[in-house]
């Protein structure tokens, strides 16, 4: 069993910068993990999805060059930059995380998830 917990979330400025933390455990079986956003009245989408064995993420169009995703083993801790913040970045974020490999990973498809944490960017 995975156990995933967000923070960081808040409110920003339009141009500003946040650092999400997405805390878990058993980080051995995880392959897998992703983060999503969801604002009110749209569907969860995909931000990015990274692999935990070759340390590399892809990111959705609307972030590119502006969010990146790290990862301190040590801490089990996943992070997601968010830089040159909007305010149709506004969402509840959430990480996600599976035992499967990325590639088999589609969409929202992931085995767990967190709980969230709120991001809004005011203009």
């Known amino acids: ?14 141009g500003g ?15 897998c993990m992703g983060w999503f956003r969801q604002a009110p ?3 969860r989408e ?3 999805k990274f692999s935990t064995g ?5 990111y959705a169009d609307s972030v590119k060059g502006r969010f990146f995703v790290s990862q301190d083993n040590a801490k089990r801790t ?11 970045d506004s969402a509840m974020y959430y990480c996600a995380a599976d035992e499967r490999f990325c590639a088999v990973v589609a ?5 767990y998830w967190g709980r969230g944490t709120q991001v809004t960017v005011s203009s």
């Open 46 to 48: 995909g931000v990015a």
């Open 78 to 88: 996943l992070y997601l930059q968010m830089n040159s913040l909007k305010p149709e």
């Open 107 to 111: 969409g929202r498809g992931y085995a």
């Open 17 to 31: 910068s946040l650092r999400l933390s997405c805390a878990y455990t058993n980080s051995v079986s995880i392959r």
């Open 41 to 43: 009245g749209k569907e």
């Open 1 to 14: 069993q995975v156990q995933l917990v967000e923070s960081g979330g808040g409110p920003v400025q339009a």
């Open 54 to 58: 070759l340390g590399s993420a892809d």
